[in-house]
């Protein structure tokens, strides 16, 4: 009997070819799921992902640029407070340096700031916390008609500006410190509004009139004295000239001695008057 046609053999054979195509297809399995192993590794190493799903280049990247803006903000905060800090440098410089008195009150009316020009006009070391009340209450408005019966304090005639209303011009005040020192100054008062049009306090602008006044003063007086010489002048001309009348009408030696005297007595009193005059001027010339 051949062997080929024996069914043992053939069923061996059959299990052989199974058992060979199984060990190759196992063999072949194993070889790509090793393959698949080591790529993927490999791959983890050069794109691993972050929790969210995101490459971990991608998340350091987001975190400097994060870094990057922070640095940014924190070098603008530091410009704008070296330009804050300049411009309030520059403003305390230029309100020390200014003639004119500046004062800030706040919704209360209290100071919170003032130059030192104030502080001279109003006789105080520091006036930061006093209320307007207490900053002039040995002051006293200057009005136009004194007897008009307007008479009010300083702080009314300010009320409308410390209450964020309105400004307030042309306020002139007589004041006197406690050093005994009299000022004249005009108080011009405005309200300090935000950008939303809230009130945020009222700024007082003291300008000096002191010299101003002593000037019209001594100008006055000056005018009331020129005034009464050029009366004493015309009267003693007057009499001069009826005495020289009577002269030329009368030459009576009798009555030319009585007018001759009248003559002198008058040159004796303009005599007097303008030398007088002439103290005066050279007084008031050294005073001012």
């Known amino acids: 009997m051949s062997p080929l046609v024996n069914p043992t053999v053939l069923r061996m054979a059959v299990l052989l070819f199974a058992a060979l195509a199984a060990f190759g297809l196992g063999l ?40 990057q803006q922070k640095h940014e903000l924190a070098t603008q905060q530091l410009s704008d ?13 230029v309100l020390s340096n200014l003639s004119c008195g500046v004062l800030f009150l706040n919704t209360a009316g209290l100071v919170r700031q003032a ?37 009010s304090s300083v702080e009314q005639a300010l009320a409308p500006a410390l209450a964020g209303k309105s400004a307030v011009r042309g306020l002139v005040v007589n004041h006197f410190t406690r050093d005994g020192e009299s000022h004249v100054f005009e108080v011009t008062a405005s309200p300090v509004l935000a950008e939303d049009a809230s009130f945020m306090g009222t700024t007082l602008l003291l300008t000096d009139k002191t ?78």
Do not use: W
Not at 81 to 93: E, F, G, I, N, Q
Not at 115 to 140: E, I, M
């Open 28 to 67: 072949f399995l194993i070889r790509r799921l090793r393959k698949n192993l080591v790529v993927e590794p490999e791959s983890m190493n050069y794109a691993p992902l972050a929790a969210e799903g995101l490459p971990v280049h991608a998340y350091h990247a987001v975190i400097q640029q994060l870094k």
């Open 81 to 93: 407070r070296r330009k804050a800090k300049a411009s309030d440098s520059l403003s305390s410089t």
């Open 115 to 151: 130059n030192s020009a104030a502080r001279k006009l109003l006789g105080f070391a520091s006036p930061v916390g006093l209320h307007v009340a207490d900053l002039f209450h040995r002051a006293s408005l200057r009005l136009e008609n004194p007897g008009s019966g307007s008479e």
């Open 211 to 288: 010299d101003i006044e002593r000037i019209r003063h001594d100008q006055k007086l000056h005018q009331e004295i020129s005034s009464e010489l050029a009366l004493g002048l015309r009267n003693s001309l007057t009499a001069i000239a009826g005495y020289a009348q009577q002269l030329a009408c009368n030459p009576g030696p009798e009555l030319t001695r009585q007018l001759a005297g009248g003559i002198a007595q008058e040159a004796a009193q303009l005599d007097r008057t303008i030398v007088s005059f002439l103290g005066g001027a050279r007084a008031a010339t050294t005073s001012s």
